[in-house]
């Protein structure tokens, strides 16, 4: 079965640290995997995408990472801002089926000052 | 450009009652679709339009309507409200398909009594 599964559920970091979020996925074969960042009250903005062949993609303070290989994606955010405040979600497209995509259920990330 | 408009952006149903939700948009984007955002989980594909004339059905299609006489608008229609169909409702748009970036309104919040 195709799954996404995103860790933590939920994370509360000081106001200039890293930290970093973790996607899981089962979905094969792969195609593309997004990251959405979803500010409360608000729909998903995209922050990156990467295909099979791409390894890191940066966005600013976000810097994405996948290991095909290992069905891994990551999403590190540096120097946090109090607006990074939001939930980040995670959205996977198989090659297969022009409409499919396999969304996780988020990490909800809180920045403290 | 207002990108992807929604209307309401909080309604308030009694069981049984039946409304529609709006969503409109001006990038004149073939792909349209409808997700339901309901706690722990991730979104959730109702529907979905290809084209004007042309929708689909997602992973959650029962109790709603769509329709797709234009190209910038994609209503959702709920037919007899249930408490089950208490959610946040989110509005997206893409050129050509789904595989593309997706762009998302900024949602209705139902409540079904």
């Known amino acids: 079965k195709n799954q996404v599964e995103q860790s933590p559920q939920s994370l509360i970091i000081l106001e200039g640290k890293n930290c970093t979020l973790q996607c899981n996925y089962t979905v094969s074969p792969f195609s593309n995997l997004r990251w959405y960042k979803q500010d409360t009250g608000r729909g998903p903005v995209s922050l990156t995408i990467m295909t099979f062949s791409e390894n890191t993609k940066s966005n600013g303070r976000y810097t994405a990472t996948l290991d095909a290989d290992t069905k891994q994606s990551s999403l590190h955010i540096t120097a946090s801002q109090l607006s990074d405040s939001a939930s980040y979600i995670c959205?996977?497209?198989?090659?297969?089926?022009?409409?499919?995509?396999?969304f996780g259920t988020g990490t909800r990330l809180t920045v403290i000052p | 450009n207002a990108g992807v408009t929604q209307t309401p952006k909080f309604q308030v149903l009694k069981t049984g009652q039946s409304m529609t939700l709006q969503c409109a948009q001006d990038m004149n984007h073939e792909y349209m679709s409808w997700y339901r955002q309901d706690p722990g989980m991730g979104l959730r594909l109702i529907h979905y339009?290809?084209?004007?004339?042309?929708?689909d059905q997602g992973e959650v299609p029962n109790g709603y309507n769509v329709s797709r006489s234009t190209t910038e608008d994609f209503p959702l229609r709920l037919l007899s409200a249930a408490p089950s169909q208490t959610s946040v409702y989110f509005c997206a748009s893409s050129p050509g398909t789904a595989r593309n970036e997706q762009f998302f309104g900024p949602g209705t919040r139902l409540t079904v009594l």
């Open positions: 339009s290809v084209g004007a004339g042309i929708t």
């Open positions: 959205v996977v497209r198989p090659q297969t089926g022009a409409n499919n995509l396999f």
